[in-house]
């Protein structure tokens, strides 16, 4: 009977961690770690995983960051996504353009 219980508190508690990194053209169940906000209207975005993973050329601090350009359509909204998360302590999952920098194309939100 305690070997049952044994078994279902360590396949409980393994399940329930997520791994969070990137890889090629997206970052996975990361949160925000930076916001980095420059005048020429781009956003750096740094998460806890490892940007240096993507396939594309990230930015700042030995290519830690993420590109959100605020030129393009919906940054608004993207940064709200990210900011909130940022502040909730949640995590997201971050896509990026490998073709034209490390620019972020969209996020989705993780609870």
């Known amino acids: 009977m305690e070997l049952k219980i044994l078994v279902?508190?360590?396949?409980?508690?393994?399940?329930?961690?997520?791994?969070?990194?990137?890889?090629?053209?997206?970052?996975?169940?990361?949160k925000i770690v930076e916001l980095y906000i420059n005048a020429n209207?781009?956003?750096?975005?740094?998460?806890?995983?490892?940007?240096?993973?993507?396939?594309?050329?990230t930015v700042s601090?030995?290519?830690?960051?993420?590109t959100l350009k605020t030129s393009?359509?919906?940054?608004?909204?993207?940064?709200?996504a990210l900011l909130a998360s940022q502040r909730a302590g949640k995590k997201v999952g971050i896509r990026?353009?490998?073709q034209n920098g490390c620019n972020i194309l969209y996020v989705r939100s993780k609870l």
């Open 8 to 30: 279902a508190l360590t396949i409980t508690f393994f399940s329930s961690l997520t791994y969070a990194d990137c890889s090629a053209g997206y970052c996975s169940d990361v």
């Open 41 to 57: 209207g781009n956003i750096y975005v740094a998460t806890d995983g490892d940007e240096s993973k993507l396939t594309c050329a």
């Open 61 to 66: 601090n030995g290519g830690t960051h993420v």
């Open 72 to 80: 393009d359509a919906n940054s608004k909204e993207i940064y709200s």
């Open 96 to 98: 990026t353009d490998d």
